[in-house]
């Protein structure tokens, strides 16, 4: 998800400066995607110079600019939620990486480096059940979406190092010899 799409989305409702578009998109999102507040006020900059937003005024006594939607940004947040997010929206997975260079290195245990990511997915699937029961009984369904979406990305993931495991030994065993096999146990 583009950060700028989130933003558009959030002036959707109403005008907002950007220390409180940042601490409404993290809110809504359960913490996810955290921002930077410089990143989302270069954002801003950005919708205002291509006529997506605009200020709403004169700067408050902190010298905060308020922004709102121009109807081009109106619209483009419509389209926004009217249109499908492509399953290769992720630009990069940094495991996928990890393990696709650890395979080709000499010097890689990549059992090692697959076990170690169970582990840490393990652990980080428990505090995500933990929240998601946390937002159940608040009774915040965008948090406990947010959440539920989390914990199957992880639950994937878990079975991709399962599938990965089982692939990376089948895979020592066609290039190791029986007798290099027999050494190793």
């Known amino acids: 998800m583009s950060i700028r799409q989130g933003l558009l989305a959030l002036l959707s409702q109403q005008p907002m400066y950007g220390a409180q578009l940042r601490a409404e998109f993290e809110d809504r999102t359960a913490g996810t995607w955290p921002l930077n507040v410089g990143q989302v006020y270069t954002t801003l900059g950005r919708l205002q110079r291509d006529g997506f937003v605009e200020s709403a005024g004169e700067p408050d006594e902190e010298g905060r600019i308020t922004y709102r939607l121009t109807d081009v940004g109106r619209t483009t947040v419509g389209e926004w939620f009217a249109s499908s997010v492509s399953p290769d929206a992720d630009p990069r997975d940094e495991l996928t990486i990890k393990v696709a260079l650890g395979v080709t290195l000499p010097d ?7 076990q ?11 505090v995500l059940t933990r929240r998601k029961r946390a937002a159940v009984e608040k009774d915040d369904l965008a948090r406990e979406l947010v959440l539920e979406r989390s914990i199957f990305a992880i639950e994937a993931q878990v079975r991709w190092l ?22 190793a146990r």
């Open 108 to 114: 890689v245990d990549v059992r090692s480096v697959v």
């Open 116 to 126: 170690t990511q169970r582990v840490d997915s393990m652990r980080h699937l428990q």
């Open 162 to 183: 399962d599938h990965m495991e089982s692939r990376i030994r089948r895979s020592h065993r066609r290039t190791t010899t029986p007798a290099a096999e027999e050494n």
